[in-house]
Structure formats: C-alpha cells, structure tokens
C-alpha cells in the first residue's frame, strides 16, 4: 500500500512511525509510505504556510497553493491519487470499518489540518474529510498518525499475526477477556501497603481448554456489557455467547 502524507511537522510523523510495527513494514517495503513537508512547496523567501481568513476572525488559515502543488508532486510521482483524505474537525468520524475501507485501497494521501484548517478550495481536490473523536486537538498529525496506524494493521503482512488481527475487539465487537502471564502467584504491596499475594485465575492453568475458552467468552461478555453495553447492540454472538450473556444478564437484574 502506497501512503503519502502532507504536513508541516514532518518529525512528528516520521519519529512515531519509525518505531515498532509500522516501521518494520516501512523497511520491508509492505508499506511505500512518503512524508511530505507543505513548506517545500511554497514560492516565497519565507516559506509561508499560512495566512489570516478573508472577513477578518481569529486564528490562520493553512495557504491553499501550496496544498495544490504538493498533490500535483504526489500526482507526478506516484499517478493522480483516487483518494484525498483531509483530516479534520468537521469529519466523518473515523472507525473499524474504515480503517478495514481504506486498507483496501492503492493509494491514499492525508493531508494533516493545522491552525484553523484549510482554505475552503482545497475541498476540490479532497475526496474524504475525517476526524479521529469529539475532542479538540491542535492539529491533524496525530490523528493522520491513527489513521495510518488503524489502517496498516489490515494491509496484508504488516503484521505478523494475522489471527490477531481477526479476533480483535472492534472486529469481533466484543472487548477482550482479561490476560495473564507468568509467574502464577506474587506477592505485591496493595493500596494500603498490605502484602499480598494475586493469583491468575485457576481455570487458566487447569489446562481444560474448553473450560478455558468458556471463561474468556464470560469474561469477554461481562466486561462488554459492563463498560461498553452500546456494543453488544452490533456484535455478532454464537450460542453459547448468547446463553451466556443471558446468564450475566440475569444475573446483574438479581444484584439490582
Ligand atoms: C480553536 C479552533 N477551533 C475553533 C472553532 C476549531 C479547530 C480548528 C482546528 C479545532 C481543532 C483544530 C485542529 N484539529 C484537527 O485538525 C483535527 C482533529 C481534532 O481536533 N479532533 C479530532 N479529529 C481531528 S482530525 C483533525
């Protein structure tokens, strides 16, 4: 997959994305991804990228023609990109099932918002507009840094474990059931100072697997309908999950 991305803070893309997964894949190639920094594309001594907004108002507004030249750039390097995103506050809201979209793609670009946002004319050229929540930010960078990391994790061999990719909470609608490792006991000082010992849960280390898948479904299921009720709405349950979460159902009505 082919990602170009357009920014005036090059850094603070290139530095998170060359660590870890997303870093290996730059270096395997898996991902072809470019940094562009807008002000290579300006024309002045100055290298402006910004300007005030016509009709007066706080804030700046990021210059429209350098935006314009550095997608003419990506067109002649790479061929007209189909898709344009712009990251912005004003967005569709960026999720799972697109992350899974866009990964099906070629070629995208990002163009990362800054100051007040964009010139208005640069929705020309723009094919999607997208924010990463309802919250404030100072700019599209992190959220172009979601996106991308959101969407490489489904382009084939970025990473390693493909079934993991699968079973993935937003994938299977479901959060994840709790997770252990060794050692099996410690001895740990608690809230008030007082030692004491935290086990992992016996039926993990019993070695019965269909006990053990049994537990994670329950845990999986009353995690969900603890703290993310809203998803069960749209998670797709086998039998057993469905009689399950009966049970944790039920069982929450009688505490209350
Ligand atoms: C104080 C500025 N606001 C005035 C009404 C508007 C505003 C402009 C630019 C607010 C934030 C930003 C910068 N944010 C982004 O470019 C952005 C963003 C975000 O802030 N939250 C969630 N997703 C995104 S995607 C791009």
Not at 39 to 50: E, G, N, P, Y
Not at 156 to 184: C, I, K, W
Request: charged letters at 30%; a negative charge.
């Amino acid at each position: 997959m082919t990602v170009d991305i357009v920014t005036i803070f090059p850094a603070m893309i290139e530095q998170p994305l060359a660590a870890g997964i997303i870093g290996r894949a730059i270096e395997r190639g898996t991902l072809d991804l470019k940094v562009l920094d807008l002000r290579d594309f300006t024309t002045d001594r100055h290298r402006v990228v910004d300007d005030v907004p016509y009709g007066g108002g706080p804030g700046m507004v990021l210059k429209p023609d350098p935006i314009f030249r550095a997608l003419d750039a990506i067109a002649a390097d790479r061929g007209t990109p189909l898709t344009v995103i712009m990251t912005s506050p004003q967005g569709r809201r960026f999720t799972q099932a697109e992350a899974v979209r866009l990964a099906g793609l070629e070629h995208i670009v990002l163009l990362c918002g800054r100051y007040e946002g964009f010139d208005e004319r640069v929705r020309e050229r723009v094919t999607e507009e997208l924010s990463i929540g309802d919250y404030v930010l100072t700019g599209g960078e992190l959220p172009a840094l979601v996106v991308l990391d959101a969407v490489a994790r489904f382009v084939p061999g970025v990473v390693g474990d493909e079934q993991s990719v699968a079973q993935d909470t937003f994938s299977r609608g479901l959060l994840n059931h709790p997770q252990y490792t060794r050692p099996a006991e410690i001895e740990v000082r608690g809230a008030r100072g007082v030692l004491e010992v935290l086990r992992v849960p016996e039926v993990l280390t019993s070695g019965n697997h269909a006990e053990i898948r049994r537990w994670r479904k329950r845990e999986a299921l009353s995690r969900t309908l603890e703290r993310r009720p809203d998803l069960l709405d749209a998670a797709s349950l086998d039998e057993e999950e469905e009689q399950l979460l009966r049970e944790l159902k039920g069982a929450s009505h009688e505490r209350d």
